[in-house]
């Protein structure tokens, strides 16, 4: 690099970097420069995942790219006069950011590009092996593309664990005049955000995968339903689709193939129930987001009745990956029946917060610890709630179990989206529980009696039982209630709330039992 | 409406108490308001499952979907009444109330309550004076409920209008709230 040439800076445009103050810190960096009369190319990137050290500032550097956080704008003077334009030290500074502890050793294949391209520039997304995964799929008859999804073994990210492959051939071999692919970003579990992650920080690898499943099952139009509360992604996505279009890598006869598809974003509402699939297809249908009795499956009826291939934004993601590479690289990594990567997601109260992809297989206590470096509080850790509100609460004692969907099943738990929710030790189980039954009554879609009716009178059961009132039947009433949600229920958000509920219950029992409680934990 | 106990009083005979069938109607649509309401249908309409981006371009325009504004939106999209007030009512987002110049969505979901999210929701209601869904005095703020914002590594988390905001604690919530009343748009962070 000539001195002349200006430096390269990257300042993420992730919202959650945002959310501490990214754009000043740009702005801060851009105004800097120009009092000093230095040039420098100010990039905007998605982020690397740090999220505790966002904003997270990276100067390109001869040896690679140098990271310093988190930089406050006030910071930024300070950070120019220690030369952190040429990667000098600085109290902020970290390193080479591809040597950072929490970086060296995850296997990124699906985030491999998330905080290191422009997520606004396709040119350097296809300098970064971007569209390969196409350029491959456009060779192979539509039954191979399929064949290597399920030779993958990659299975649906979103949380239900479906094989891919199966479900794409079950669309690819059903004949009508239209098929679709629509892409579940309704990602509302707490503590999940790898799909916004994924979307803000590398919006055309989704692109590329939906368009890989278009070709697959031989769907023209696509539809990722957006939630509301992701507008950064919104723009990401709109601003990627028009620039992929314009590309013709969407649109009609994509780099000259003859094959075409058209992708559409369209933006949710707020409710919970329609990341469930068939709830989602009704949404976008314009309909209230109710769930639909199966069958008939959505591949085979699923969008305005039209065969439909429906995954996450991670799965479809996992995908470029698995075509440009081979299905066997992508199988090579993971256990037992979970193969390939889950981009994992440390949130609540965790000293280093963010995003860890890992083949299957390392375990939770690894991630809390290692990666997470215990509680943000200092507290010690007394409970994890993995996969979202609908996930089970598991108590220290089932740390060592690793990350693998067969693994959490045994334990009466589930990975689902790959969401880590941590509490210290203030936290109080009996509200935790309580909450898990009213999010159930606040977001149940109405449909099925079980899910309406028995979250309600769960709310009322576990007040009961927390107010002493004759509580061993009070208990007795509510894993009878439990059960029937369980089996009773027409979807998941029904029959897995008993899965925080009574995890709470049979692992932190004496937090249900206390003679007086506050309503909130200190 | 001219009502059956209406002619039947003619015949003076004493009054019987009716109760009219037609319910309540709601207050028209301001000229403005009905001109944006048609407008985003003719823009929307035909895409297929239209609805939800109608709905959003309304709120968008209007700040709310009127009540009055279902008729006209069934009628625009060949719906019925019961179909669109369906669907406007069943997603939280779609506010059928006007209020507040700013919207202050706060997260309520499990990874921002492991860092006092609870705390800062009765923090916040505390000192804006109002519960979820109300709008404060003066109009400047309204407070909304939202289940998660992605954030959940750097909670307690708010979408103060589009701008996410994290490791939200008192103070920093109250120096927004102040950005919010000053004259002049809170600065992005």
């Known amino acids: ?522 | 409406m001219r009502l059956a106990s209406e002619v039947n009083n003619t015949e003076n005979k004493p009054p019987r108490r009716v109760i009219p069938l037609s319910v309540e109607r709601e207050p028209s649509l301001s000229a403005a308001e009905h001109s944006a309401v048609v407008e985003v249908c003719g823009r929307l309409a035909g895409l297929d499952g239209a609805l939800l981006p109608i709905l959003h371009g309304v709120q968008r325009a209007l700040g709310y979907v009127p009540a009055a504004a279902v008729p006209v939106l069934a009628r625009q999209l060949n719906l019925s009444v019961a179909e669109v007030h369906g669907v406007v009512s069943f997603y939280h987002y779609f506010r059928t109330t006007r209020g507040g110049r700013h919207v202050v969505h706060l997260c309520r979901a499990e990874a921002c309550q492991a860092l006092g999210g609870r705390q800062l929701e009765a923090h916040a209601k505390r000192v804006l004076g109002i519960e979820f869904h109300g709008t404060t005095a003066d109009g400047a703020i309204r407070l909304e409920p939202v289940y998660c914002l992605g954030n959940c590594a750097l909670g307690p988390a708010l979408l103060l209008d589009e701008q996410l905001q994290g490791r939200v604690t008192a103070a920093r919530f109250d120096a927004l709230m102040q950005g919010c009343r000053s004259a002049a748009e809170p600065e992005a962070s």
């Open chain 1, 1 to 522: 690099m000539s001195a002349a040439a200006p430096v390269k800076v990257y300042v993420p445009r992730d919202a959650a970097a945002l959310s501490v103050g990214a754009e000043a810190t740009a702005q801060a960096i851009g105004a800097e420069a120009q009092r000093r009369g230095v040039p420098l190319e100010l990039i905007r990137n998605g982020s690397r995942g740090l999220l505790s050290f966002e904003p997270l500032v990276e100067v390109a550097t001869p040896a690679g790219r140098v990271a310093y956080g988190p930089v406050a704008a006030h910071a930024v003077a300070d950070l120019f006069d220690a030369g952190f334009l040429h990667g000098r030290p600085h109290p902020l500074a970290h390193g080479r950011t591809e040597e950072m502890a929490y970086l060296k050793d995850q296997e990124r294949l699906t985030f491999a590009r998330v905080g290191i391209t422009d997520p606004r520039s396709l040119a350097d997304y296809v300098a970064h092996g971007g569209y390969r995964g196409l350029r491959a799929a456009l060779e192979l008859q539509p039954a191979a593309i399929v064949a290597a999804v399920t030779a993958s073994g990659l299975r649906g990210r979103g949380g239900a664990a479906f094989p891919a492959g199966i479900k794409w051939q079950t669309v690819a071999r059903a004949s009508a005049v239209q098929k679709y692919v629509v892409c579940n970003a309704d990602e509302g579990d707490s503590g999940t955000f790898s799909d916004r992650m994924l979307m803000e920080g590398d919006p055309f690898v989704l692109i590329e995968g939906m368009s890989i499943a278009g070709l697959a099952c031989g769907a023209t139009r696509g539809y990722i339903y957006l939630r509301w509360e992701y507008p950064q992604a919104h723009a990401a996505l709109a601003a990627a689709i028009a620039a992929a279009r314009a590309a013709h890598y969407l649109g009609e006869d994509i780099q000259g193939s003859g094959k075409s598809f058209e992708l559409e974003v369209r933006v949710g509402a707020g409710a919970y129930i329609c990341g469930e699939e068939t709830a989602l297809l009704e949404s976008l249908e314009g309909k209230r987001g109710q769930v639909r009795f199966k069958p008939p499956l959505p591949a085979l009826a699923g969008l305005f009745g039209q065969p439909t291939v429906i995954n996450n934004v991670i799965t479809f993601a996992s995908v470029p990956i698995i075509l440009e590479q081979g299905a066997e690289f992508y199988q090579h990594f993971g256990m037992g029946r979970s193969r390939g990567t889950l981009p994992l997601q440390l949130a609540g109260n965790i000293k280093r917060g963010g995003l860890v992809e890992k083949a299957f297989g390392v375990t939770l206590r690894e991630l809390l610890y290692d990666y997470g470096g215990g509680s943000l509080s200092g507290r010690p850790i007394r409970a994890v709630q993995v996969g979202g509100p609908l996930g089970a609460y598991l108590p220290e004692s089932q740390f060592d179990t690793p990350i693998d969907y067969e693994a959490f099943a045994a334990i009466g738990g589930m990975l689902g989206h790959g969401g880590v929710v941590v509490f210290d030790d203030s936290v109080d189980m009996a509200s935790q529980a309580r909450y898990a039954m009213q999010f159930c009554a606040i977001e149940s879609c109405g449909k099925c009696t079980p899910c309406r009716i028995g979250s309600t009178r769960g709310v009322e059961v576990i007040e009961r039982l927390l107010a002493g009132e004759d509580a061993p039947r009070q208990e007795t009433l509510l894993r009878d209630l439990c059960e029937t949600l369980t089996y009773g229920s027409l979807c998941a958000l029904g029959g897995l709330t008993p899965y925080p509920v009574l995890s709470a219950l049979n692992h932190f029992p004496e937090d249900f039992v206390k003679p007086e409680r506050s309503s909130a934990s200190a």
